[in-house]
């Protein structure tokens, strides 16, 4: 969506607050022996406190509150009581919702306690790159040479991306135009970015694979070639200079 009026923008800052509170405490409340559905369950409940619907469950029938995937899962894992966190596992959480007619996305990879299978590196990888991509990011800019600055920040720390997961915008549903904000330089798109406009900007960093796949139950993704990806994602409004992150409450970079 682009912002036009200050009512609007009123709107996106409401849902913004109501997604990245929730990360930020599902995150903070993750500890090992709880299971992933027990994570959902609290997150759905923050969400329901502001009065947000979960957007993938609205959108997509997703079964669960929020996408909650683990170690190998790059994204879209699916909330269940037979998925226990343990210590040491790079977690991913995506929470997305809608709050009167407004929807807003945000996610945030993390290693659960101690860093006993040295996920953190890839980790801080991605939350470098996110920044760096989101400050180079103003109204005119080309979307694929953000997609261009991503790939090789990923590649000097010796890292891959996804091509086939991408940023988009967002506002008033939950997918919007642009639809592609891919992590690459892709030279058929030669849209930029418009000042005012809502987008969610997400990386996706990984050790080994460059696509993703679906796995059988229609939903969890996974690398073509295995490894781990690390995700971090704000929606931002484009400006003319810095832009304005609406998920910082999120905390991701502290």
Known sequence: MSITKESEL?????????VAFTLKKMCNYAQPGMTTQQLDD???????DFG???????TYKFPGWTCISVNHEFCHGIPSYNRTLKEGDLINIDVSAELDGFWSDNGNSFVLGADINQHQKLVDASKQILYKAINNIKGGVRISDIGHLIETEAKKRGYKVIKNLTGHGVGRSLHEEPSE?????????LKRFKKNSVVAIETFITTKSTYAETLNDGWTMVGNNGGFMAQH??????????????TEMNE???
């Open 52 to 58: 947000a619907n979960s957007a993938p469950f609205k």
């Open 252 to 254: 991701i970079w502290n």
């Open 42 to 48: 609290y997150g759905a409940k923050l969400l329901s």
């Open 10 to 18: 009123i709107g996106m800052k409401k849902v913004s607050e109501a």
């Open 181 to 189: 904000i891919a992590n690459y330089k892709d030279r058929s798109n």
């Open 233 to 246: 994602e704000h929606t931002i409004v484009v400006t003319e200079g810095k832009p304005i992150i609406l």
